[in-house]
């Protein structure tokens, strides 16, 4: 039977723990997530808490504002501001930052079925780079995976300081699934199915 790290979730000999190496960040966050991500293997929101001194995930079918709620802050989600007749980030603080855990649609569902949710105010990141996520695709062009929206959202609020450092262990994660992908599948299977990902230095 392969046993998992009870950490990073990953299989013992893929684990990456030794490159988690916690920020000391400002803005705390709170991630709201789907019950059917907790489960996924490749979920990121385990590197958002790994990789941050305050951070917590809330998994939960339905939340309530005190899943979200710290005393003294103003809880900003982070979602697309365009959607839905959302507001822009707002100017108070100091800030909670709220993330949703889940596909695109989970989200979407989160907002529909939590109004409170939806009356927060939030902003989107403006797209730069391409999701390192190479496994799952985004429908959308500006879709990031959890961790990776969270440390581009902390670079933004609790600037100068970097969040890089969090997406080390992922991005080893990343590579590693692609490889145990790679050898399972075979290279003309694997590139049939993922004609996205340049294995040239991995084979």
């Known amino acids: 039977m392969r046993t998992r790290c009870p950490h990073c979730a990953m299989l013992t000999a893929q684990c990456v723990c030794a490159l988690v190496a916690p920020i000391d960040n400002r803005t705390p966050v709170r991630v709201l997530q789907d019950p ?12 958002v808490a790994l990789g941050l001194r ?57 907002l529909r079925r939590h109004p409170a949710l939806l009356a927060l105010p939030r902003f989107g990141l403006a797209p730069k780079d391409v999701s390192a996520y190479r496994l799952r695709k985004s429908p959308r062009t500006d879709g990031l995976s959890t961790v990776e929206a969270v440390a581009a959202a902390l670079d933004l609020l609790d600037a100068p300081q970097r969040h890089a450092a969090m997406l080390r262990p992922f991005h080893a ?21 993922y004609p996205h990902i340049d294995i040239e230095n991995m084979v």
């Open 36 to 47: 059917r991500e907790s489960t996924h293997a490749l979920n990121t929101a385990r590197w």
């Open 173 to 193: 994660q990343v590579d590693a699934q692609i490889r145990t992908q790679l050898v399972a599948m075979g290279e003309t299977a694997f590139r049939h199915n």
């Open 54 to 110: 305050h951070a917590e995930i809330v998994t939960r079918a339905t939340f309530t504002p005190t899943d979200w709620t710290i005393a003294g802050r103003q809880s900003l989600l982070l979602y697309p501001a365009e959607a839905d007749g959302a507001t822009g980030p707002p100017v108070t603080s100091p800030l909670t930052l709220i993330v949703l855990d889940g596909t695109w649609k989970q989200a979407a569902g989160m």
